[in-house]
Nanobody, 122 residues
């Protein structure tokens, strides 16, 4: 099965930057949608950013202008450049990928990474 592995998390000061990466292991797939979610302690998981196969992007209002999502389809990798980090960005960040079958009706398969901790101190 496909496995998603995140890397790049850590502890930084407010105003600094981090770059998260997600790599798909196993078979090579062309994901139609990939994205990043995050979950802070005591809060629900929320969408941070997503990117389609043609590189269309979507961002949560709280990160617009600060975060940049990108993907390299040839290597099935995805990055999240996080700039001007704030303490409110502290959370576990999860990589997400979606596959769509070519048959009709289409069937969607969802994959999740194990998560990587991002901590921003004030």
């Amino acid at each position: 099965q496909v496995q998603l592995v995140e890397s790049g998390g850590g502890l930084v000061q407010a105003g600094e930057s981090l770059r998260l990466s997600c790599a798909a292991s196993g078979s090579i797939f062309s994901f139609n949608v990939m994205g990043w979610y995050r979950q802070a302690p005591g809060k629900q998981r929320e969408l941070v950013a997503s990117i389609g196969s043609s590189s269309s992007t979507n961002y949560a209002d709280s990160v617009k202008g600060r975060f940049i999502i990108s993907r390299a389809n040839a290597t099935n990798t995805m990055d999240l450049q996080m700039n001007s980090l704030k303490p409110d960005d502290t959370a576990v960040y999860y990589c997400y990928a979606q596959l769509r079958t070519a048959t009709w009706p289409p069937r969607l398969t969802h994959f999740w990474g194990q998560g990587t901790q991002v901590t921003v101190s004030s």
